[in-house]
């Protein structure tokens, strides 16, 4: 089941300086999503968090990858810049996606980060996140389109116009909001319908 997963620095500090940073978090992340196969399906890094679209191929396989993605980082971090302590703001924030109402929401929120905080006018300026991919089929050893965006239109260059256009219109009102709080709170994210599927599944009726 898709998982939308964030990583802050703590108390809000800087993790990526430079390139050099940004490139070494994604070949960790590409290094530990085969170990431990989680299909990575859409990203972006800011500069003091990072947020995820991922499958997990088993119920213990994400915990073990953001652990072994953060402590490979913070290693690299401290000893490229002479610090010591944590780099991280504890466990990552995740929820479960509804895969059939709220996938495509959620990866357009993704995508859409560094343009609402500013820092770039068009998501496809921005280089460290998945947008290119799905916009313009960029290839990236991350990747793997969810089924969710290869059937939103069969043909590929087709899709990518549709894309485009999708991330260029609005989200439904109260969207992004609804997913941010569900990614921080581990509400899952979907309709009442699937949240009760997933609670009674995963915690018990």
Same mark, same amino acid.
């Given at each position: 089941?898709?998982?939308?997963?964030?990583?802050?620095?703590?108390?809000?500090?800087?993790?990526?300086?430079?390139?050099?940073? +940004?490139?070494?978090?994604?070949?960790?992340?590409?290094?530990?999503?085969?170990?431990?196969?989680?299909?990575?399906?859409?990203?972006?890094?800011?500069?003091?968090?990072? +947020?995820?679209?991922?499958?997990?191929?088993t119920d213990d396989a994400l915990s073990a990858f953001m652990k072994s993605v953060g402590q490979s980082y913070a290693q690299y971090y401290?000893?490229?810049?002479?610090?010591?302590?944590?780099?991280?703001?504890?466990?990552? /924030?995740?929820?479960?996606?509804?895969?059939?109402?709220?996938?495509?929401?959620?990866?357009?929120?993704?995508?859409?980060?560094?343009?609402?905080?500013?820092?770039?006018?068009?998501?496809?300026?921005?280089?460290?996140?998945?947008?290119?991919?799905?916009?313009?089929?960029?290839?990236?050893?991350?990747?793997?389109?969810?089924?969710?965006?290869?059937?939103?239109?069969?043909?590929?260059? /087709?899709?990518?116009?549709?894309?485009?256009?999708?991330?260029?219109?609005?989200a439904p009102e109260g969207m992004d909001d609804e997913i941010h709080y569900a990614a921080i709170s581990g509400k899952p994210l979907g309709?009442?319908?699937?949240?009760?599927?997933?609670?009674?599944?995963?915690?018990?009726?």
């Amino acid at each position: 089941m898709p998982q939308h997963v964030i990583q802050r620095g703590n108390n809000r500090q800087v993790c990526f300086q430079d390139l050099a940073d +940004h490139a070494t978090y994604a070949m960790y992340l590409s290094r530990y999503q085969r170990k431990f196969e989680v299909d990575i399906h859409a990203w972006v890094f800011m500069t003091n968090h990072t +947020h995820l679209l991922v499958t997990p191929g088993t119920d213990d396989a994400l915990s073990a990858f953001m652990k072994s993605v953060g402590q490979s980082y913070a290693q690299y971090y401290n000893g490229k810049y002479e610090r010591s302590g944590t780099l991280w703001e504890g466990r990552f /924030k995740s929820c479960m996606v509804d895969s059939d109402q709220y996938f495509l929401q959620c990866q357009r929120y993704i995508e859409l980060n560094p343009v609402k905080a500013s820092m770039v006018e068009y998501a496809g300026d921005y280089q460290w996140s998945s947008y290119n991919c799905h916009a313009y089929g960029m290839r990236s050893k991350l990747h793997t389109p969810h089924p969710c965006y290869l059937n939103y239109q069969p043909d590929p260059d /087709k899709r990518f116009i549709s894309y485009r256009s999708f991330i260029a219109s609005l989200a439904p009102e109260g969207m992004d909001d609804e997913i941010h709080y569900a990614a921080i709170s581990g509400k899952p994210l979907g309709s009442e319908e699937f949240q009760e599927r997933v609670l009674a599944k995963y915690w018990g009726s």
